[in-house]
């Protein structure tokens, strides 16, 4: 625990820093712990700790963390989500962070239905362009974002991209930046569905810059909790 919370202090001065850089508010930045790699007592010690968010990004092996803390905090699904596992996300999750196709939101539309809850949902960019990455190529992004819009229950909070990892993590600003510009394009239209408050960018290696480029949710994994399970 002591060593968790010095984790998570180093973190806040980072975002701090961050923040005073670039003329930020540090409070529009949020943290979700990314615990795929560790067990549920370091999640309960997360959750202790004052964290809420928790991302996870394995079905099968979040819910059996989401059963053993009984749903305590906010999940957050950040992995590639497959239609036939998504009624077992809408109950258990608030946020998805990787919508990346329509039959998928058709999908996450019609389970959220049934519970009656809307589902908290980003778009997921592949910025970069990387083949082994998921996400919708920047051009298609804005006429995706226009058809989700239409579907009652799900909330679309923002746009989400992963980028290469890098040693050098200026290397990658530019991939954050456009992700902005993307969103800000899209905020042009000025339909109250599509404001996208949200930029769902950086991780553990490159999350200063994502900061200073305008990301108000990081997914922080190893510089948080660490890998082993």
């Not at 919370?5 to 180093?10: F, K, V, Y």
């Not at 960018?201 to 490159?206: F, I, K, R, V």
């Not at 994502?210 to 949710?217: C, D, F, H, L, S």
């Amino acid at each position: 625990m002591d060593e968790l919370r010095r984790r998570w202090n180093g973190i806040k001065e980072e975002i701090e820093a961050a923040c005073r850089r670039s003329g930020r508010d540090p409070r529009e930045v949020r943290v979700v712990a990314v615990t795929k790699y560790v067990d549920s007592e370091t999640i309960r010690q997360v959750l202790d700790m004052g964290l809420r968010d928790i991302g996870e990004s394995r079905v099968q092996e979040a819910v059996p963390k989401w059963k053993a803390l009984e749903g305590r905090g906010d999940w957050h699904f950040i992995g590639h989500l497959q239609r036939n596992k998504v009624k077992d996300v809408v109950t258990r999750f608030t946020y998805i962070h990787s919508l990346d196709r329509y039959s998928l939101a058709e999908e996450i539309n019609r389970r959220a239905r049934q519970v009656d809850r809307k589902m908290r949902c980003f778009i997921q960019v592949n910025v970069s362009g990387e083949e082994s990455k998921f996400g919708l190529p920047p051009s298609e992004v804005a006429e995706f974002a226009r058809e989700v819009a239409q579907l009652p229950y799900i909330q679309l909070e923002g746009l989400m991209t992963m980028a290469p990892r890098s040693d050098n993590s200026e290397e990658v600003r530019p991939i954050f930046r456009r992700l902005r510009e993307i969103r800000d394009e899209i905020r042009l239209s000025g339909d109250p569905r599509l404001r996208l408050p949200h930029l769902s960018m950086g991780m553990s290696q490159d999350y200063t810059v994502a900061v200073e480029e305008g990301a108000t949710w990081l997914r922080l994994g190893s510089v948080l909790v660490g890998e082993s399970r």
